[in-house]
């Protein structure tokens, strides 16, 4: 029903835990983004940002077309509104879940993003961006933690789509020097949705090639491929 275009990352582990929390089924289409496949004309049609994941849905709930979506919140938003399941259907519920919702988006995914490029993976170490994004990292972690500890359960109350966007760049954690001793109410909540069967199913799906980090990869990966081909038109 599903084509799943996908590679192993915070953001395509969204979408697999999705599916797999669904129990819809679904095709993983492998988009292998060292690469640079990402940059091919057919996932471009699907996904004009160049940006994994996105999905092909052949059995639309309108009954026409195949219809895809790309950006893991709407494709969240989209498959939780087509089962009924993992978001609120109450006026209040539903915003709340949301809101958080476009909170990772705007917020968890792109900072951490930022402090792991920077941290990580570029190859020249500039302290003030390090700083920058560790500490507006470490800000949110305490956003989501005093969340969770109002609710004392999920994100959103109950567990919901919000849990499964957050979930994923979390655990990044501990290659970025976080740790989850200093949210104790993210500790809690990360326990138990990584025990989740239908959670470790989505991360399980699909691996990274042992293969080197190059000079190609970077280029594909961290911008350099999509500047060249913005030259090009």
């Not at 690469?35 to 996932?43: I, L, N, R, S, T």
């Not at 930022?114 to 470490?138: M, S, V």
Request: glycine share 8%.
């Amino acid at each position: 029903m599903i084509d799943l275009h996908y590679a192993p990352t915070p953001n395509g582990w969204k979408i697999s835990i999705m599916l797999e929390e669904l129990g819809l089924p679904y095709t993983v289409i492998p988009v292998n983004i060292r690469a640079g496949e990402q940059f091919k004309p057919e996932f471009l049609s699907l996904s004009p940002n160049n940006r994994i994941p996105a999905i092909v849905d052949h059995a639309p709930a309108d009954g026409g077309a195949p219809f895809s979506v790309f950006e893991t919140g709407a494709i969240l938003i989209y498959l939780a509104e087509k089962t009924g399941r993992f978001l609120p259907t109450d006026m209040r519920g539903r915003s709340h879940a949301v809101q958080w919702v476009m909170w990772q988006m705007s917020g968890l995914g792109p900072m951490l993003g930022q402090h792991g490029h920077f941290a990580l993976y570029a190859q020249e170490k500039i302290p003030y961006a390090i700083e920058r994004y560790r500490d507006e990292a470490a800000r949110l972690y305490r956003v989501l933690d005093t969340q969770l500890g109002k609710t004392g359960a999920y994100i959103a109350g109950e567990y919901s789509i919000a849990d499964i966007a957050c979930f994923p760049w979390t655990m990044t954690h501990k290659a970025q020097g976080f740790t989850l001793d200093d949210y104790p109410n993210i500790k809690r909540w990360y326990a138990v949705v990584r025990a989740r069967p239908q959670v470790q199913a989505g991360l399980a799906i699909g691996k990274f090639v042992k293969e080197p980090f190059d000079e190609e990869a970077r280029r594909n990966m961290f911008g350099a491929k999509a500047k060249e081909m913005a030259g090009r038109k």
